[in-house]
């Protein structure tokens, strides 16, 4: 059926709402969501709860998962209900873990196993800063190699050269006045 038939089908007192899919678009259906094939079929349905041997109570869900996140939660519907961001960071769970707890939370809930989806955290940083500019904790000025010959080298050099003069001059001097308080 094409689109012109469509609106000669369509009675001039007829009213579509204001909010709703062109005409259009009602002709031809949606399509099908992408990528369901290569989804788990425990995700397509429903279950809360997947049935797992392991896991029987939350605090042996979280042990599972790998992090010292401990709960006081004692039923598996509370647990999944009331299991929040909010919650958990009322109980004092820091931000990483929450995300943590949250997402195993969800991938568990697709059906995939344990194992398959927890992991350690990621470990503290030995190199901090934004980059090659701090190594080690110490900052790294140059990459170049500084010579003698370079003009930072050179000025400190003509710099400490002046300093040296003028204390030699300072010292002749003050040799002259205990010659002249002596005679």
């Known amino acids: ?7 000669r089908n369509l009675s001039c007192n007829a009213r579509l709402p204001a909010l709703s899919r062109s005409l259009a678009t009602r002709v031809r259906p949606s399509p099908e969501p992408r990528g369901t094939h ?23 869900f979280l042990k599972a ?11 598996w519907d509370e647990f999944w209900q009331q299991t929040t961001g909010r919650n958990l960071r009322s109980a004092g ?3 990483r873990d929450r995300r943590y707890v949250l997402w195993c ?12 989806f927890a992991h350690d955290p990621r ?3 030995t190199i901090r800063g934004w980059g090659p500019s701090v190594q080690n904790g110490k900052r790294i000025r140059s990459r170049r190699v500084r010579t003698p ?7 400190k050099r003509k710099e400490q050269e002046r300093k040296d ?16 308080l002596l005679l």
């Open 1 to 7: 059926m094409s689109l012109t038939t469509l609106f």
């Open 93 to 95: 769970v820091g931000v």
């Open 38 to 60: 290569l989804l788990p079929t425990a995700s397509l349905d429903n279950t809360l709860i997947p049935n797992t041997d392991s896991v029987h109570t939350p605090s042996d």
């Open 123 to 125: 470990p503290k940083k």
């Open 149 to 155: 010959t370079s003009p930072t080298t050179k000025s």
């Open 165 to 180: 003069r003028k204390k030699l001059k300072r010292e002749e001097r003050e040799e002259l006045r205990k010659a002249a």
């Open 65 to 75: 998962i790998g992090r010292s996140v401990d709960t006081k939660v004692e039923d």
């Open 105 to 116: 939370m969800e991938k568990y809930r697709q059906g995939l196993p344990i194992p398959s």
